[in-house]
């Protein structure tokens, strides 16, 4: 439970920074906007839990069945934009430290 809550505040980050809401990620519509704030999810998830989830949850859980070479392409496509869009990187980096920092907050000890 404490794991889909984790994920369910990074997507929700991810999304609030491109104007989506996280039920958008799901639906069968797939304007760009969409697709690409899902894979924004996708990169956030992996370079901040690096393993702890499989690519094939991940496609499963952020949208709509996709399985994890979906995933590895989403990641490879954040990747590009962050190496030929420096104002991207820029935000990337803020929207990866905004999730950590909401996520540490958010942690009960």
């Known amino acids: 439970m404490e794991q889909i809550k984790e994920l369910d505040t990074v997507i929700e980050l991810c999304c609030k920074s491109q104007g989506v809401k996280p039920s958008d990620l ?7 906007k969409f697709a690409f704030t899902r894979q924004i999810c996708w990169a956030v998830i992996k370079d901040i839990f690096k393993r702890k989830y499989s690519l094939s949850f991940l496609g499963e859980y952020v949208g709509l069945k996709h399985d994890h070479a979906t995933v590895l392409h989403a990641c490879k496509v954040i990747r590009n934009e962050r ?5 991207f990187d820029g935000f990337y980096v803020e929207l990866v ?3 950590r920092d909401k ?3 958010s942690t009960v000890v």
């Open 83 to 87: 190496e030929t869009r420096k104002y």
């Open 26 to 32: 799901k639906t069968k519509l797939k304007p760009s």
């Open 103 to 105: 996520l540490k907050n």
């Open 97 to 99: 430290k905004d999730c």
